[in-house]
């Protein structure tokens, strides 16, 4: 079945950049979602790419997209203690029951000052 | 603020109990959805509504009852739960037809079962 993978922890110092990588196997996916929860809150939709694109860029956050090796990061320049939080990736077909969000267990990001 | 709220924000409820959890989305969405969030598994999609209807239901145990009254409330009907129910339960809602149908979540419930 299709499967969503990311590295479970990342730790990175205050002003610089992060990099979250994720990949996923269902070469159908058309639309992939990065989303943010910070302790004690859900989900917050953070950014989303459709699988035409190639790179979407929204102030500090950076998303790229390979799709022939099914690859997507999440780069947060100067990152910050607020960013602190589990970072999830999530994929989805395009109609159906492909709407339906395949997710990765999500990446703990912790920012040291 | 997401435009989704959640009641109660905790729940803890011993297993003869019977309780409900409430989701009220202000977002003009017609698909609404629970998840279980436990620790070091991936989100499980339990049920989702499209216009009131259900859409799916992922093998959940009979013990969880969704209800969907209309396009902004949904409720998850809890009884006999068992200790390993013990979670974070999300609510999200959604466009359909929506670039991307993204999901727009509540904060949750944090129930534990005793």
């Known amino acids: 079945g299709e499967d969503v993978e990311q590295s479970l922890f990342l730790s990175v110092r205050e002003g610089d950049s992060s990099v979250i990588n994720c990949t996923y196997t269902?070469?159908?996916?058309?639309?992939l979602y990065w989303y943010k929860q910070e302790p004690g809150a859900g989900l917050q939709l953070l950014t989303y790419?459709?699988?035409n694109m190639d790179m979407k860029q929204d102030q500090r956050l950076t998303v790229l997209l390979n799709k022939k090796d099914k690859h997507l990061s999440l780069r947060i320049a100067d990152t910050q203690t607020g960013d602190s939080a589990i970072y999830f990736c999530?994929?989805?077909?395009?109609?159906?029951?492909?709407?339906?969000?395949?997710w990765g267990l999500g990446t703990s990001l912790a920012v040291n000052p | 603020e997401t435009g989704v709220t959640q009641t109660p924000r905790h729940l803890v409820m011993g297993m003869t109990n019977k309780k409900s959890l409430k989701c009220e989305q202000h977002?003009?969405?017609?698909?609404m959805y629970w998840y279980k969030q436990s620790a070091k598994k991936p989100l499980e999609l339990m049920f989702v509504?499209?216009?009131?209807?259900?859409?799916e239901n992922n093998s959940v145990p009979s013990r969880f009852s969704p209800e969907c009254p209309n396009s902004s409330h949904l409720f998850l009907h809890l009884h006999t739960l068992q200790p390993e129910d013990s979670a974070l339960y999300l609510c999200?809602?959604?466009?359909?037809?929506?670039?991307?149908?993204?999901?727009?979540f509540g904060p949750g419930t944090r129930l534990t079962v005793t």
């Open positions: 999200a809602s959604s466009q359909e037809g929506g670039p991307g149908y993204e999901q727009y």
């Open positions: 977002l003009g969405h017609n698909a």
């Open positions: 509504y499209n216009f009131k209807e259900q859409t």
């Open positions: 269902d070469s159908s996916s058309t639309y």
């Open positions: 790419i459709f699988s």
């Open positions: 999530a994929e989805s077909g395009n109609a159906g029951n492909n709407r339906k969000l395949i």
